[in-house]
Nanobody
């Protein structure tokens, strides 16, 4: 059974930092590209970042470039999202997954999400 468990969310002030983690099990993590997506209150799902299976290639949505860093530790079956210079508009539930996002819907395997709230 595939399991993806996000952690590390919370309440942070604007300009602060958080590191999200995603613990993976039930599949060959080291062979899987991974993604982070998010859903802000009252809005649809938004793709945030992608990393290939060995971590050599990463991409980001424009609004987080230069602030967020995706990484992975294949020895620990764990995906990360380091989020710096957080803004109120980053407030959302963040999901990790080995699936994909198209036309606003998630397909494949995704975690249950972790809440990130950026507020003073």
């Amino acid at each position: 059974e595939v399991q993806l468990v996000e952690s590390g969310g919370g309440l942070v002030q604007p300009g602060g930092s958080l590191r999200l983690s995603c613990a993976a099990s039930g599949f060959t993590f080291s062979r899987s590209a991974m993604r982070w997506v998010r859903q802000a209150p009252g809005k649809g799902l938004e793709w945030v970042s992608f990393i290939n299976s060995d971590g050599s290639s990463t991409t980001y949505t424009d609004s987080v470039k230069g602030r967020f860093t995706i990484s992975r530790d294949n020895a620990k079956n764990t995906l990360y999202l380091q989020m710096n210079s957080l803004r109120p508009e980053d407030t959302a539930v963040y999901y990790c997954g080995s699936g994909y996002l198209t036309r606003g819907r998630r397909y494949g395997d995704w975690g249950q999400g972790t809440q990130v709230t950026v507020s003073s």
